[in-house]
């Protein structure tokens, strides 16, 4: 079984050189040699590198940096910016970039950005013009993700993090960490949207292994199909609640998936919705 990690953030220590546009709860440095050793020691083949915005905004040169070190253990992810008019311009060129397998947007509520933004549209033209699915964080504004997915039916969408707020720290988990669940499953309506079961041991309120994700994974699982459902860690983001080892080992051992069903869970569904498999060697 090929396992691959549908998200994970990683990043050097802050410097001038390269410097972070904010310090997040993260570990002081993350860099691609430290991720490949996290996932090498939990089995993890290889990832889908998302750009990490907290620190570099639309900057994803680090990321190109250990895609090239790295060939065969990560593919790109970056953010665009929905202000920027050449925005096409620049998914253009990101589909030229070795590695490369999609772009990505932020439509937090705190935001204020509307689904029909025009940028947002020039983003997900563009997204089918060079054959990029977009991977869309919307969690807390669910009914403005909807929308936006509705809106543009011939893009490829894929949903982060469940579409559920998570914490980032322990004592900020919310007294009722699936409420937005009933709106996650209409989602599954959208056939043109796949869901990132990724950060989803932060959501437990359980220790270790944590049991009680299992319920309401199971409906997910139900409502998407788990062809259209990508697992990840979204490490480093979910480092204060979880470590690596834990976001990884309940989905490799947990007796609530078949083992198809983890093959899928767990590699298969990304492969399908990226066009990337890593090679180890």
């Known amino acids: 079984m090929t396992i691959i990690d549908c998200q994970i953030h990683a990043y050097e220590a802050n410097t001038p050189q390269r410097p972070w546009h904010s310090v ?27 750009s990490p915005f907290a620190m570099y905004r639309y900057d994803a040169s680090y990321a190109v940096e250990v895609q090239r070190a790295h060939p065969g253990r990560f593919a790109l992810v970056k953010p665009v910016d929905p202000d920027n008019p050449a925005v096409a311009d620049v998914i253009a060129d990101w589909k030229k970039s070795p ?10 509520k705190e935001g204020g950005r509307k689904p029909d933004d025009p940028g947002l549209d020039r983003i997900a033209r ?10 869309i964080l919307f969690w807390g504004n669910v009914d403005a993700g909807t929308a936006l997915i509705d809106r543009h039916p011939d893009t490829r969408f894929i949903i982060d993090h469940l579409a559920i ?42 220790p270790y292994p944590f049991p009680d994700i299992w319920d309401p994974l199971a ?47 767990m590699g298969g569904a990304c492969v399908k919705a990226y066009g990337w498999s890593p090679q180890k060697g």
């Open 24 to 50: 997040p709860n993260w570990p002081a440095h993350v860099t691609g040699d430290e991720m490949v050793g996290a996932m090498d020691k939990v089995g993890v083949d290889g990832a889908i590198f998302i």
């Open 165 to 206: 707020m998570q914490p980032r720290t322990p004592d900020t988990r919310p007294a009722q960490p699936w409420a937005d669940l009933p709106k996650v499953l209409d989602l599954a309506k959208r056939k043109n949207a796949v869901i990132k079961v990724s950060g989803a041991c932060t959501l437990s309120q359980k």
């Open 126 to 135: 563009a997204a089918v013009k060079y054959d990029f699915p977009v991977n």
């Open 99 to 108: 590695g490369t397998v999609g772009i990505r947007i932020m439509l937090p």
């Open 219 to 265: 409906r997910v699982f139900d409502a998407w199909g788990i062809e259209r459902c990508l697992w990840g860690t979204d490490w480093t983001r979910a480092f204060a609640v979880v470590n690596y080892e834990q976001a990884v080992e309940p989905f490799r051992l947990t007796d609530r998936l078949s083992e198809s069903e983890r093959a899928m869970l």
